[in-house]
C-alpha cells in the first residue's frame, strides 16, 4: 500500500465515486455496489461524500435515494476504536464484568501497580505479561464467554460507536485500487468465529485492547493518552479474506 494517510484515503474514494453512473464503475466495484444497492442499475448516477462527524461511518454512498454507510480501513495496525477510559469502564459494568476483573484490566492498562495510573514505574505491555499472564487469561476467558458482551462489542466498537445512532453497512480495507470489503453481517459473524482464540493480550474476540499510548517515556505531550483505550483490529485483512473464501466455498 502507499503512504496516503487514512484521511486522503477516504477522499480518493469519494473523489473516485461521485458523480459517476454504476456503469462506468472499475468492475472491482461491482459486487460492493450489487450488495449495497440490489435495485440499482447501470445508468443510476452515484453520490458519495465525507462524514465529517466522527462515527464509525466515514463516507456515505447514495444511489436512487438510498445511503449506505462505509468505514474505510487501511495499514497494519488497525486503530478501530479509541475513548476514554472510564466509558470503557462503564461498558464493561453494565455488562456484567465482576469488579475483580475490572480491576484486573485496570492493573493491566496502566501497569504501574496501580488501577488509576499513578504509579512512578511503568512497564512495557511485554514487561507487565512476564508476571501477570495468568490473570490476563483469566480476564480474556471472562470477557470472551460473555457473549452479550462480545456482540455488544462489535456493535460499540465497529458497527455503530457510541456515538451515533446508525450502523455502517460495509467496511473497506485498502486503497481506491486495490481493496476488499466485508458487510456489516459478516464483520460480526467473522468476530464471534474468533472468540476462543488464544491471546496473551487482553482482547475481546478478534479486537486488541490497550492504552492508546502507555507513554513509557513520560513525555507530558502524550501523558493524557494513558487515560484512553484503543482498539485494534490487527488481523483485519486476514479476517476479511478468510470471509471471502467461506462464501466463495459456502463454508
Not at 465529517?52 to 480501513?73: C, N, P
Not at 479509541?82 to 496502566?110: R, S
Not at 458497527?159 to 485500487?177: K, M, P, Q, W
Not at 490497550?210 to 507513554?215: A, D, G, L, M, Y
Request: overall charge positive; glycine content about 4%; hydrophobic content about 35%.
Amino acid at each position: 500500500m502507499s503512504e496516503i494517510n487514512g484521511y486522503d484515503n477516504e477522499y480518493e474514494f469519494i473523489k473516485y465515486l461521485n458523480g459517476k453512473m454504476v456503469k462506468e464503475l472499475n468492475p472491482m466495484y461491482e459486487d460492493l455496489i450489487n450488495y449495497l444497492f440490489p435495485k440499482a442499475t447501470s445508468n443510476s448516477l452515484i453520490k458519495c461524500w465525507r462524514n465529517h462527524l466522527k462515527q464509525k461511518s466515514d463516507i456515505f454512498i447514495k444511489i436512487d435515494g438510498t445511503i449506505k454507510g462505509i468505514s474505510i480501513k487501511k495499514g497494519i495496525k488497525n486503530s478501530v476504536h479509541v475513548e476514554p477510559i472510564t466509558e470503557f469502564i462503564h461498558f464493561l459494568i453494565d455488562n456484567g464484568i465482576p469488579q475483580k476483573y475490572i480491576e484486573i484490566y485496570l492493573k493491566y492498562h496502566y501497569a504501574d501497580g496501580t488501577t488509576n495510573g499513578s504509579g512512578k514505574k511503568r512497564l512495557s505491555a511485554l514487561e507487565y505479561q512476564k508476571n501477570h499472564q495468568p490473570e490476563i487469561d483469566e480476564l480474556n476467558k471472562v470477557l470472551n464467554n460473555n457473549d452479550t458482551l462480545v456482540k455488544n462489542a462489535i456493535d460499540r466498537f465497529i458497527i455503530r460507536g457510541n456515538n451515533s445512532n446508525y450502523d455502517i453497512d460495509a467496511l473497506i480495507y485498502g486503497e481506491v485500487d486495490d481493496f476488499v470489503w466485508i458487510s456489516k453481517d459478516d464483520i460480526r459473524k467473522s468476530i464471534l468465529s474468533n472468540k476462543n482464540n488464544y491471546s496473551s493480550s487482553v482482547h475481546i474476540a478478534s479486537l486488541t485492547i490497550q492504552p492508546k499510548n502507555r507513554c513509557l517515556n513520560y513525555n507530558l505531550k502524550y501523558n493524557k493518552d494513558r487515560y484512553s483505550i484503543q482498539l485494534k483490529w490487527y488481523n483485519l485483512f486476514d479476517d476479511i479474506i478468510i470471509n471471502m473464501y467461506n462464501k466463495i466455498n459456502k463454508v
